[in-house]
């Protein structure tokens, strides 16, 4: 069982930067691979970024590629997304995933509010 927590959204204007945290409850956090997903009002959640277990290997979407960050630090059972140059399109709740090596079920945090005015 894995519990995340987001932190680090907000309200900010076009063009700012914004980091979000995600805080894992996990024994073996270096055996989780780590995304970030967002949901914006009427619409599917939609993939954001994926970190995996090393840290090894990162993914994007194409729509945040040279925008977001993903990174995480095994030692301290975190991860982030740092994003930069933000749109309004971003705007949405951000949520953050683990899933297991080898595992089949993937936990979410309860996702944290960015709203981004033009």
């Known amino acids: 069982q894995v519990q995340l927590v987001e932190s680090g959204g907000g309200l900010v204007q076009a063009g700012d930067s914004l980091r979000l945290s995600c805080a894992a409850s996990?024994?073996?956090?270096?055996?989780?691979?780590m995304g970030w997903f967002r949901q914006a009002p009427g619409k599917e959640r939609e993939f954001v970024a994926r970190?995996?277990?090393?840290?090894?290997?990162?993914y994007y979407a194409d729509s945040v590629k040279g925008r977001f960050t993903i990174s995480r630090d095994n030692t301290k059972n975190m991860a982030w997304l740092q994003m930069t140059s933000l749109k309004p399109e971003d705007t949405g709740v951000y949520s953050c995933?683990?899933?297991?090596?080898?595992?089949?079920?993937?936990?979410w945090g309860q996702g944290t509010q960015v709203t981004v005015s033009s």
């Open positions: 970190i995996t277990w090393s840290g090894g290997n990162t």
């Open positions: 996990a024994r073996a956090f270096n055996e989780y691979n």
């Open positions: 995933a683990a899933d297991r090596r080898g595992g089949t079920n993937v936990y």
